[in-house]
């Protein structure tokens, strides 16, 4: 993938650019007067006018600044100006610990420190009164040596500022698959006992080698956390010592109260001994990797009774032509009701779109970099990654000169989890010209690429 355009500040050079999350995009920079490598986190240039977006950057550096724990990326420096914010941090080599499960699950021995370090992070920053809201293994980084960090911030907030609560929509916020019941269903706020119930989930993923639930879509999943009993592990992992099962079902505690803490999960699942446990084998730290479920937002919906098929209500809703605004005025009139009915959660993504279709990663490469007068043609090719959902991608293209092509439409069949583009862009005449080609996904959510060209004439000999 073609490295993205980023203006530094003095002091950095650019290296690579190393992924994106819900909020930002993350590079790997260089400081060339301290031979240090680190991570620069740039908040996307479609959110910077949105300001809950821009504190939620600004919360995200205070809070990393202020935990000193080891199992914490640390931050180093938070710059903002009038192109944007950039967030200066530890870069952590190794592994994205989503991927290097993959399916699998790690030996114990590997797998106890990397939840004991994350079990860390989470007592040290529930000590400064922070729940993180967002805990799952595309959150957590393995180095070489094993060890682990928690990372990516953008959802933490203190327990004590009630503005951090909610996204923009009044919504809570988290990961389906990692969702704590009593958040996603509006009934309790964010806290160290709802990290819990997403480090277990995380726990149990690393142990056994699959997630304790499983659903068709987000709506499903979610439901099934509130209703649902775990999968035994007994059934996933046969051989499971007793105690590892019964342990992992107790983080796993619907009830907040009941629920084990994530380092009182660790000691009891580090009590059992590692040659209890069926073997597994040694999985190497692999390449970095941005690759993680997407964040999202739920809101209070009426329930429907036992047997109903909400599938045929969703449909009906979609097929209403109503406006955002009508939307939220019937989510309100939703929630006013739920002194006298049942709520149940219905998932979606932050953005205003409503499809099922999710765009999990943009990329952008440039069939040459540099080109020279008189002429010179690039060519870019895109490459759109989805959750494999119909639906319709709305796409457009930004020329290196920087003027937009027109917006385009793409209808994407079940199961197609790639779709291409491609953009021809012919330089010709003597004036140089620096400037990246941007992918961008309009539709649904925001997320672009662009890979960074340029054409001059020096050195060109004249008669």
Avoid at 163 to 186: M, N
Wanted: proline share 8%; charged share 20%; hydrophobic share 45%.
């Amino acid at each position: 993938m073609a490295d993205a355009a980023l203006d530094l500040p003095p002091g950095y050079e650019l290296v690579r650019r190393l992924g994106a999350g819900g909020f930002g995009e993350v590079f790997l920079a260089r400081q060339p007067a301290i031979g240090r490598l680190v991570a620069i986190k740039r908040i996307l240039p479609h959110a910077l006018a949105d300001t809950d977006n821009l504190e939620r950057f600004r919360r995200e550096a205070r809070i990393l600044a202020s935990t000193r724990c080891r199992s914490v990326v640390k931050v180093y420096d938070l710059i903002t100006g009038d192109g944007g914010a950039l967030l200066v941090m530890e870069y952590v080599p190794g592994a994205n610990l989503l991927d290097l499960l993959d399916g699998e699950r790690l030996p114990v021995d590997q797998a106890m420190v990397v939840l004991r370090d994350v079990a860390e992070a989470l007592a040290a920053m529930a000590e400064q009164g922070v729940v993180h809201r967002d805990v799952k293994p595309g959150n957590v980084f393995v180095l070489p040596d094993g060890h682990a960090r928690l990372g990516d911030f953008g959802l933490a907030r203190a327990v004590a500022d009630a503005s951090g609560f909610r996204t923009g929509g009044g919504a809570p916020s988290g990961t389906p698959a990692y969702f704590p019941p009593e958040v996603s269903q509006g009934i309790a706020e964010p806290s160290p006992a709802s990290d819990a119930y997403s480090f277990a989930v995380m726990a149990y993923e690393t142990l056994l080698g699959r997630r304790p639930f499983d659903a068709g879509d987000a709506v499903a999943l979610v439901i099934a956390h509130w209703e649902h009993p775990p999968v035994p592990p007994r059934d996933v992992l046969p051989g499971i010592p007793a105690a590892a099962a019964d342990a992992l079902l107790a983080g796993l505690d619907k009830d907040p109260g009941q629920r084990l803490l994530p380092l009182a999960l660790v000691d009891r699942l580090a009590a059992v001994p590692a040659d209890a446990w069926p073997p597994a084998a040694w999985r190497e730290p692999a390449a970095d990797s941005a690759r993680s479920d997407p964040t999202v937002a739920a809101v209070a919906q009426p329930a429907t009774r036992a047997g109903d098929d909400p599938a045929p209500a969703r449909r009906a809703s979609s097929a209403r032509s109503r406006s955002s605004k009508e939307r939220l005025r019937a989510l309100g009139a939703a929630v006013a009701a739920a002194a006298v009915a049942a709520l149940v959660a219905v998932v979606v993504l932050v953005s205003p779109w409503d499809s099922p279709l999710e765009v999990t990663s943009v990329e952008v490469e440039a069939s040459t970099r540099q080109g020279t007068c008189p002429r010179a043609a690039f060519v870019f090719t895109g490459l759109v990654r989805t959750n494999g959902e119909a639906g319709t991608l709305t796409l457009q293209w930004t020329r290196p000169d920087g003027v937009p092509n027109a917006e385009r439409t793409v209808q994407v069949a079940a199961g197609q989890e790639r779709v291409s583009a491609r953009l021809e862009f012919t330089m010709r005449g003597s004036r140089p010209l620096e400037g990246a080609a941007v992918l961008t996904v309009l539709r649904p959510g925001s997320v672009h690429d662009s890979a960074l060209v340029g054409y001059t004439c020096r050195g060109r000999r004249t008669r």
